[in-house]
């Protein structure tokens, strides 16, 4: 039930864009994005939720197409800043509380000067 | 102190010692979590605390053992474990709704990096 994450790694440089994608085999409720950055915490981004509501920051553009259970995280003018390892978490339909929220394998973005 | 803060750091440890990660919690949330992030495996879900009560058991080894306290504060104690432990151990906190609804934001620590011999 872990989600998967495409590509697993991109390389830009700056003022590029990028999209990264998770889809699942699970009805999800939400789909959430974090970034990592090397030697840090994972750091919340955004949260899409089943029917259309968004939680997150306003510089941080994602869709999710619950139909298809994927979630697109779209990355443009990318700064160096954007470096990182950015994971989606997937909170599946059916499961109970405790065990519905699954994080995939992560996507390795380095933007390059 | 802010945000979500752990205890410690670094920790190596023998395969027959006993020792505790600490976590705390500084922003008032009601949920807190253990996460074990390895280089062969993405962000697993070890336990989930929700208003003070474990709601999740990820099927993970009785080696491991949390205790929650309070609300803000989570522990994980460990006992005779092995080298495949050895990973990043990270928690994090969130405000979640009583009685389920959807999930919210994690904040999570830095880490504590551990090392089994």
């Known amino acids: 039930q872990q989600p998967v994450q495409s590509p697993q790694a991109v390389i830009l440089r700056e003022g590029e864009d990028a999209v990264i994608n998770c889809s699942s085999s699970k009805a999800l409720y939400s789909v959430h994005w974090y970034r990592q950055k090397h030697g840090e915490a994972p750091v919340f981004l955004m949260i899409l939720l089943k029917g259309g509501e968004q939680k997150g920051h306003d510089k941080i553009s994602a869709s999710f197409n619950e139909k298809k259970q994927q979630s697109s995280l779209y990355l443009t003018a990318s700064q160096l800043s954007y470096s990182g390892t950015y994971f989606c978490g997937t909170e599946i339909v059916g499961s109970n509380y405790g065990q519905n929220f699954v994080f995939g394998p992560g996507t390795r973005l380095s933007v390059l000067p | 102190e802010t945000g979500v803060t752990q205890t410690p750091r670094h920790l190596v440890m023998g395969m027959t010692n006993k020792k505790s990660l600490k976590c705390e919690q500084h922003?008032?949330?009601?949920?807190m979590y253990w996460y074990k992030q390895s280089a062969k495996k993405p962000l697993e879900l070890m336990f989930v605390y929700s208003l003070e009560e474990r709601v999740e058991n990820n099927s993970v080894p009785s080696r491991f053992s949390p205790e929650c306290p309070n609300s803000s504060h989570l522990f994980l104690h460990l006992h005779t474990l092995q080298p495949e432990d050895s990973a990043l151990y990270l928690c994090a906190s969130s405000q979640e709704t009583p009685y389920g609804g959807e999930r919210n934001e994690q904040f999570f620590g830095p880490g504590t990096r551990l090392t089994v011999l």
């Open positions: 922003l008032g949330h009601n949920a």
